[in-house]
Each structure stands twice: as structure tokens, then as C-alpha cells.
């Protein structure tokens, strides 16, 4: 990757130039998106990401948006403390940290801090990862695929090892593509720690209660099998008792 920035007045765009030769704010804007029929869709589940067809490959668009009591006050407005610091800058610089490392994640293309004031709105453009489904929307279908489930404890393992600490690791954030091969994404606030065990139980508890919330009642008997198959991927053995 060869990243470069570019700063106009109050905004910041960060962004590969291998990829994306004319970083142009307008890449962040849906409606530019929809007037130039590239709007491919909208990925389920993950806020207000949308899908693209642009002229450096399927790509997916999100804007930062809060939820929670937050959003009560700004649904897309973050206190600015610097552009580097900012959500979109921090993810993108994430990603190219993981990309590099080798690790399953989206290729990111480009991102922009916009500041008004003392706050900022900010946008993530990355790689589409072409025929994926999401782990929660396959639950149900791949509830007796142990070699998914060891797969998906093996990719959660490689971050780990890396001391990589998400921020959020749910279903929806684990990514199924061709071939079973898994991706994590979301990457919003993670971090990379060299003392990370206690933050990595938390990962692995937090996704036991995304399964738990998610998990359909039709094969509700097929939870405790699949999450050993996925600690047994996880710890490279059998699964802990």
C-alpha cells in the first residue's frame, strides 16, 4: 500500500494511492454514489455501510454513526481532539496495521475526517469481500459444520496472537466468504496490546453472548456443540472443559 493524505480547509482524507488516484470527498457521498448508479446496496446489520461498484473494485462505504443514548444527541457528530485521532483515520490506519500483518480483514481505500467546530463526521471507504455472509445469518444452516465453527475459533486465534483486541466481536462481525474462509471487521476503536489475555477472555465472552441472543430456536441444542468446536480452533486442541 502507498498511503498518502490530503488536507482541504477543515477535512482530512487518508488513503492508498496504489488504489484510489483522485481522493475526491465525493467518494464519501452516498448520493454521488446513487446519481452515478453504483449503488450496489446495503450491507444488513452494519449501520449505514453501503455496498459500491466503483472504478477500483467492489468496495463498501460507511459513515461513523452513534448508537445508544448518544445518538439522542448527534446521531453522526463526534468531539474532534485531532484528525489523527478521529474514528475513520484511526480504523484506516488499523487496517493497513492488520493488512500487513497478513491478517483477514477488508483492504481499506480510503477515509475522511470532516470537523465542524468542535466536532467531526467521518467516513471509511474499504474492499468488498466479494459472496459473504455474515456468521449470524448462517447459524442455523451451518449449526452441524464443525470445521466452520474450528475455523472461525482459529481466525478469532490469529488476531489474538497478534494482539489484536476488537472492540465489538459479535456474529455479525465475523465474516464467511467462499471456501469457508473467515474475515473479522469492524474494527472501530480495536487496539494492539502486548498483554492482552484478560481483553481477549472479554472477545470470546462477548461473542458466547451474541450466539446466545442470536442463535435460532430450532437448533438451540447445537450451541454448546458448535462453541467447543470453535474454543477447540480457538486453543488449537480440545476444547476446555
Not at 54 to 78: C, K, N
Request: net charge positive; aromatic share 10%; hydrophobic share 40%.
Amino acid at each position: 500500500m502507498k498511503i498518502r493524505s490530503q488536507k482541504h480547509k477543515s477535512q482530512l482524507i487518508v488513503y492508498d494511492a496504489d488504489r484510489v488516484q483522485e481522493p475526491d470527498p465525493l467518494l464519501f457521498d452516498s448520493g454521488y454514489w446513487k446519481r452515478e448508479g453504483r449503488l450496489a446496496g446495503h450491507a444488513v446489520g452494519r449501520g449505514s455501510a453501503l455496498l459500491l461498484d466503483t472504478e477500483f473494485g467492489p468496495a463498501v462505504l460507511r459513515q461513523y454513526l452513534r448508537g445508544g443514548w448518544p445518538a439522542h444527541i448527534s446521531r453522526d457528530r463526534y468531539l474532534f481532539t485531532g484528525f489523527n485521532r478521529s474514528r475513520p483515520l484511526a480504523e484506516f490506519q488499523m487496517l493497513v496495521t492488520l493488512s500487513g500483518m497478513g491478517l483477514p480483514v477488508p483492504r481499506p481505500l480510503a477515509a475522511l475526517c470532516r470537523r465542524h467546530g468542535l466536532f467531526y463526521r467521518g467516513w471509511l471507504l474499504m474492499d468488498r469481500i466479494p459472496r459473504v455472509q455474515t456468521l449470524a445469518d448462517v447459524l442455523a444452516e451451518r449449526s452441524e459444520s464443525p470445521e466452520l465453527w474450528r475455523r472461525a475459533g482459529e481466525t478469532i486465534a490469529r488476531f489474538h496472537r497478534a494482539g489484536v483486541v476488537h472492540a465489538d466481536l459479535n456474529a455479525r462481525n465475523i465474516l464467511v466468504a467462499e471456501g469457508d474462509v473467515i474475515h473479522l471487521v469492524d474494527f472501530d476503536r480495536a487496539r494492539i496490546t502486548a498483554d492482552g489475555s484478560g481483553a481477549f477472555r472479554a472477545n470470546l465472552s462477548r461473542l458466547r453472548r451474541s450466539l446466545e441472543k442470536l442463535w435460532p430456536p430450532s437448533v438451540s441444542e447445537k450451541l454448546t456443540t458448535c462453541w467447543a468446536d470453535l474454543l477447540c480452533g480457538y486453543y488449537g486442541t480440545a476444547a476446555p472443559s
